[in-house]
């Protein structure tokens, strides 16, 4: 069974910088893409940045120039590294990735429980 486990996050002052790490867990025999999205109540979900295996990446407007992904595909682990962060950057960020499961299976979507960020000034 595949479970994205997610760390990091937390409260930070308005400037400052956190760390959310993602790590696909359990019984993986392959690792695609893996995304931070976040959430804030009553908006739609939105793509922070992703990575590919090659590490080509995708940003989000929102992270533009100031978040950065990377990905150590030896531990299935996707981190983003945030910085200069501001008050609209509080939300619910989510880890996504598309995981093999099983040598006979094909690749599935999943997706992480949410790690909250609060920026407060």
């Known amino acids: 069974q595949v479970q994205l486990v997610e760390s990091g996050g937390g409260s930070a002052q308005v400037g400052g910088s956190q760390r959310l790490s993602c790590t696909a867990s359990g019984t993986v025999f392959g690792v695609g893409f893996m995304g931070w999205y976040r959430q804030d109540p009553g908006k739609e979900r939105e793509l922070v940045a992703s990575?590919?295996?090659?590490?080509?990446?995708t940003y989000g407007d929102n992270a533009a120039g100031r978040f950065e992904v990377s990905r150590d595909n030896t531990k299935n682990t996707i981190t983003l590294q945030m910085s200069d962060l501001r008050p609209e950057d509080s939300a619910v960020y989510l880890c996504n990735a598309i995981v093999r499961p099983s040598m006979d299976s094909l690749y599935r979507e999943y997706w992480g429980e949410g790690i909250e960020v609060i920026v407060s000034s």
């Open positions: 990575i590919m295996p090659d590490s080509r990446t």
